[in-house]
């Protein structure tokens, strides 16, 4: 059971936009420590996609965004790419556990 | 370009040791916290381990502590995870990931070990 809540899931057809949601609570998300997201390919180590609930790192094209509300985030993605296909992780720090949490991730399946 | 390589993986039975290394070949390791984080097959990543650039602070998942070490050396630009008494729930990669001071985000990650626990 994961301290951040993410649908196990998403799928959305080449070009179209889909967003994946991560809810978590006060301790965490809620917290001025914020949201981060990681997209991990296939195979490959997760790469941080987001960071500080809507900071693209230098590389990321802006198809990807984030946003947060109270003790929910969510990430977009646009423009849906087939090599977009991966799963994508939210994370945050816990001030009540003294812990870095992670979702439980989302799988993207682009049709 | 920022690169951690991860080392040490393998197969061991249960209620054995391993030592986990991961090199940067990057020239300012010492500047940065670094953090172990694992991820069992076909699930999410866990946070494992952290330790302060200086190695002063240290801090375990409840799931780990008191089996696994961390420690690095910054003349060696490496880091370490000490894992002891290990169980099958402990099989998972084992991924190297680098923090900067006053964030909470990991922003480099190395390729991964895997640590199979087996009889």
């Known amino acids: 059971q994961s301290v951040l809540t993410q649908p196990p899931s998403v799928s959305g057809a080449p070009g179209q936009r889909v967003t994946i949601s991560c809810t978590g609570s006060s301790s965490n998300i809620g917290t001025s420590f914020g949201v981060h997201w990681y997209q991990q390919l296939p195979g490959t180590a997760p790469k941080l996609l987001i960071y500080?609930?809507?900071n693209r790192p230098s590389g990321v094209p802006d198809r990807f965004s984030g946003s947060k509300s109270g003790t929910s985030a969510s990430l977009a993605i646009t423009g849906l790419q087939a090599d977009d296909e991966a799963d994508f992780y939210c994370q945050s720090y816990d001030t009540s556990l003294s812990s870095w949490v992670f979702g439980g991730g989302t799988k993207l399946t682009v049709l | 370009e920022v690169q951690l390589v991860e080392s040490g993986g393998g197969l061991v039975q249960p209620g054995g040791s391993l030592r986990l290394s991961c090199a940067d070949s990057?020239?300012?390791?010492?500047?940065?916290?670094m953090n172990w984080v694992r991820q069992a097959p076909g699930k999410g990543l866990e946070w494992v381990s952290y330790?302060?650039?200086?190695?002063?602070?240290?801090y375990y998942a409840d799931s780990v502590r008191g089996r696994f070490t961390i420690s690095r050396d910054n003349a060696k630009s490496s880091l370490y995870l000490q894992m002891n008494s290990l169980r099958a729930e402990d099989t998972a990669v084992y991924y190297c990931?680098?923090?900067?001071?006053?964030?909470?985000?990991?922003?480099?990650w190395g390729q991964g070990t895997l640590v199979t626990v087996s009889s």
């Open positions: 990057g020239f300012n390791f010492r500047n940065y916290e």
């Open positions: 330790i302060s650039s200086d190695g002063s602070l240290i």
């Open positions: 990931a680098r923090k900067t001071t006053g964030t909470t985000y990991f922003n480099y």
């Open positions: 500080d609930n809507t």
